[in-house]
């Protein structure tokens, strides 16, 4: 298994080669960079503005012309103005060289700064993390502490009226959107129309570092709870059918019946020789599972809530054309998204231990 996972982290390397590659060179063709950006915004200021924006050139925006700068919307604007504001965002250098330097600094966990708030890539994700994890963490954590326990209770009664009932308000929660649901809870419970039982903005309240320890508790979780009940509805869903489906087919086969012909209890069918084979496509998914409730599912809620989390940061951060914010939390998101793809390996031979990854290398 120690080869088998040396093998998978060397290749960690090559993947994160490869996506921020191809990524680079999309964003390299799509038009409206930071260049344009600053210069679009440059066209509605005085000469003055433009000047001191131009590091010192000393140039007037009027009566100069950059037609040959190959920038739309850059004419009237002075070439040393333009070259300015390309050096600024490293536009001074070709596409190879500007992709070997983020690669030298990627490798040193330095994402440099962003290109429209005055903070470094690495201060903005320690910033916004801790928002996205809280929402994340505690989602998941309910989805799957509800939906396996569900999910087996449904397949061991299937076609009981638990199992209609159930099924019944599974497919009402998955067929909610989550961003509708959330509007929903604040017109009902936070202030929106009647009750002002749960607060709408941040994790923690202004009072936070006064508290004592079980206030701070109370409080985190009083913040936490209608963002957290959002992001759960359609995991929950999903989840408990998987795992409901998975273990009706395990049900059925061969070895179960061969088991209980041997006078084994249900129990021991079930958590002995069934629970083991059925877990491993819920396994499966939990990297996804993760990658997706803590930065990507969030983002609608983290907006509804005034959550200011690394998925609203991310979603700007494209809309702004905010190169250095892209790529560190494209570059974070990936490596994330590999490490537990390995973790889910290491759970399968916890859950069977039958499953031998190093013979197959």
């Known amino acids: 298994m120690s080869a088998y996972l040396f093998r998978r982290l060397l290749l960690i390397v090559p993947t994160l080669l490869g996506i921020l590659l191809i990524n680079?060179?999309?964003?390299?063709?799509?038009?409206?960079?930071?260049?344009?950006?600053?210069?679009?915004?440059?066209?509605?200021?005085?000469?003055?503005?433009?000047?001191?924006?131009?590091?010192?050139?000393?140039?007037?925006?009027?009566?100069?012309?950059?037609?040959?700068?190959?920038?739309?919307?850059?004419?009237?604007?002075?070439?040393?103005?333009?070259?300015?504001?390309?050096?600024?965002?490293?536009?001074?250098?070709?596409p190879a060289e500007r992709f070997w330097l983020m690669l030298k600094n990627y490798a040193q966990f330095d994402f440099g700064k962003s290109f429209f708030r005055d903070e470094t890539v690495t201060g903005l994700i320690k910033e916004k993390i801790p928002v996205s994890l809280s929402i994340g963490l505690w989602s998941t954590l309910i989805i799957y502490l509800i939906s396996i326990p569900l999910g087996?209770?449904?397949?061991?009664?299937?076609?009981?009226?638990?199992?209609?009932?159930?099924?019944?308000?599974?497919?009402?929660?998955?067929?909610i959107p989550g961003f509708l649901f959330a509007?929903?809870?604040?017109?009902?419970?936070?202030?929106?129309?009647?009750?002002?039982?749960?607060?709408?903005?941040?994790?923690?309240?202004?009072?936070?570092?006064?508290?004592?320890?079980?206030?701070?508790?109370?409080?985190?979780?009083?913040?936490?709870?209608?963002?957290?009940?959002?992001?759960?509805?359609?995991?929950?869903?999903?989840?408990?059918?998987?795992?409901?489906?998975?273990?009706l087919d395990e049900i059925g086969k061969q070895y179960v019946m061969t088991a209980r012909a041997k006078g084994l209890t249900e129990n021991q069918v079930l958590y002995g020789h069934v629970?083991?084979?059925?877990?491993?496509?819920?396994?499966?998914?939990?990297?996804?599972?993760?990658i997706g409730v803590f930065f990507t599912g969030s983002l609608l809620i983290e907006v509804i809530f005034n959550l200011d989390g690394l998925g609203l940061l991310s979603f700007e951060a494209v809309l702004n054309r905010d190169y250095p914010v892209v790529f560190g939390t494209l570059w974070i998101f990936t490596l994330v998204g590999l490490l537990l793809k390995i973790l889910s390996d290491i759970v399968y031979t916890l859950v069977d231990p039958r499953i031998d990854f190093e013979s197959r290398g």
């Open 24 to 94: 680079f060179l999309i964003i390299q063709a799509a038009p409206g960079g930071p260049v344009e950006r600053t210069i679009a915004r440059m066209q509605g200021l005085d000469g003055s503005a433009a000047s001191r924006m131009g590091s010192g050139s000393g140039s007037e925006v009027s009566g100069a012309s950059a037609s040959g700068s190959g920038y739309r919307g850059a004419q009237g604007l002075p070439p040393e103005l333009i070259a300015d504001i390309e050096k600024q965002y490293g536009f001074d250098k070709p």
């Open 152 to 175: 087996i209770r449904k397949a061991l009664h299937n076609g009981s009226s638990f199992d209609l009932w159930t099924s019944s308000a599974i497919i009402v929660g998955y067929a």
């Open 183 to 247: 509007i929903l809870l604040i017109i009902l419970f936070a202030g929106g129309s009647y009750w002002q039982w749960f607060p709408m903005q941040g994790l923690t309240s202004e009072n936070f570092d006064t508290l004592s320890f079980w206030a701070k508790a109370a409080d985190y979780a009083h913040h936490i709870f209608l963002p957290t009940l959002c992001l759960t509805i359609g995991g929950f869903a999903t989840l408990t059918i998987l795992t409901k489906n998975s273990f």
């Open 275 to 290: 629970f083991r084979n059925a877990m491993l496509i819920i396994i499966a998914g939990l990297p996804a599972t993760l």
